[in-house]
């Protein structure tokens, strides 16, 4: 059974930084492209950052230059790297896992708040 499970989220004070981790299992991790999403408070969940099987990486203009996506494929871990932190990034960060286009697993969420 393929599953993702997300980690590193807390409370940080704006300008801070913290990591996220998101563990897979009961799937060939590196076979898989993967992305961090958002979901703010009342707003829709939203693509933050993806990695591709290939290492290559794309970002939302909103976080471009303040987060990094990185993957360990033997460890079976996705990372989103989040520095500069600011109160709009308040939200609950998710994995995705995908291939050929398709989701084939999404992570339960961690919390990210970013308040003094």
């Known amino acids: 059974q393929v599953q993702l499970v997300e980690s590193g989220g807390g409370l940080v004070q704006p300008g801070g930084s913290l990591r996220l981790s998101c563990v897979a299992s009961?799937?060939?991790?590196?076979?898989?492209?993967m992305d961090w999403y958002r979901r703010a408070p009342g707003e829709e969940r939203v693509v933050v950052a993806s990695?591709?099987?290939?290492?290559?990486?794309d970002y939302a203009d909103s976080v471009k230059g303040r987060f990094t996506i990185s993957r360990d494929n033997a460890k079976n871990t996705v990372y989103l790297q989040m520095d500069s932190l600011i109160p709009e990034d308040t939200a609950v960060y998710y994995c995705?896992?995908?291939?050929?286009?398709?989701?084939?697993?999404w992570g339960r969420g961690t919390q990210v708040t970013v308040s003094s």
């Open positions: 990695i591709s099987t290939g290492g290559i990486t």
């Open positions: 009961g799937m060939n991790f590196h076979l898989y492209n």
């Open positions: 995705r896992s995908y291939i050929y286009g398709k989701t084939t697993a």
